[in-house]
């Protein structure tokens, strides 16, 4: 178990939707990290918060937002979903260097 | 920028044989390196960790990497395969830390292990 919570598990929604994950990073890790896995595209970073605030942008979508809390969890928001966007999106929180996972979400867009 | 190549996607060994899987690194400033592994339907997991100061890096389940500066490498070993070690294998690099710290992952390596 690495501590970083995340929820749900699945989601399958429909094209056109919208969906928000939820991340709660290690207790102390002020870096949260969202990456998008597919098959096809393989481990895509897509932001990076760190005590709130926005630190690194990577592939992400203008559809897709995430926003960090004063609690330090953390929130991804997928919007007009495409059938393309069906993936895992892990969330991850570091303290310093390395990252510490989560299980992930499985997204599936129908 | 910092970057990471992984040559090739898919490595294959028996059961008992050398593993060694390949990483190389760019970097303006001393990186920080890592790397995870990835069972099936499962977040990534810490395997090991160079951060300047040994550059012979042991991490869990028997795997090892050395950090060689001249090669810009930090390839992973294991002496002898096992079954288990079946899974993705993902090198990573980070050139800062704390606030400004950014994790650069390679496209990961498919390790099979053969009976």
Redesign the interface.
């Known amino acids: 178990d690495s501590g970083v919570t995340q929820t749900p598990k699945h989601l399958i929604t429909a094209t056109g939707q919208r969906v928000t994950l939820r991340c709660s990073p290690r207790s102390g890790d002020l870096s949260v990290y969202w990456y998008q896995q597919s098959l096809d595209q393989g481990l895509q970073f897509l932001i990076q918060y760190y005590n709130g605030e926005e630190r690194a942008k990577g592939n992400i979508l203008e559809r897709f937002s995430a926003q960090q809390f004063p609690d330090l969890h953390s929130e991804l928001n997928l919007s007009s979903l495409e059938l393309g966007d069906s993936a895992l999106y892990f969330c991850a929180s570091s303290p310093d260097t390395e990252a510490f996972f989560g299980q992930g979400t499985r997204l599936t867009v129908v | 920028a910092q970057s990471v190549t992984q040559l090739g996607s898919h490595v294959s060994v028996s059961e008992g044989a050398l593993v060694l899987l390949r990483c190389n690194y760019s970097s303006s400033v001393p990186p920080?390196l890592?790397w995870?592994v990835q069972y099936p339907n499962?977040?990534?997991?810490?395997l090991l960790?160079y951060?300047s100061a040994a550059t012979l890096v042991k991490g869990i389940n028997g795997f090892e990497a050395e950090f060689k500066k001249s090669e810009t490498s930090f390839h992973l070993t294991k002496p002898s395969a096992h079954m288990s070690d079946a899974a993705e294998y993902?090198c990573?690099v980070?050139e800062y830390?704390?606030?400004?710290?950014?994790?650069?992952?390679g496209?990961?390596i498919t390790l099979s292990v053969r009976p």
């Open positions: 920080y890592f995870y499962q977040g990534l997991q810490l960790k951060t993902f990573a980070s830390t704390g606030a400004n710290s950014k994790l650069t992952f496209k990961g």
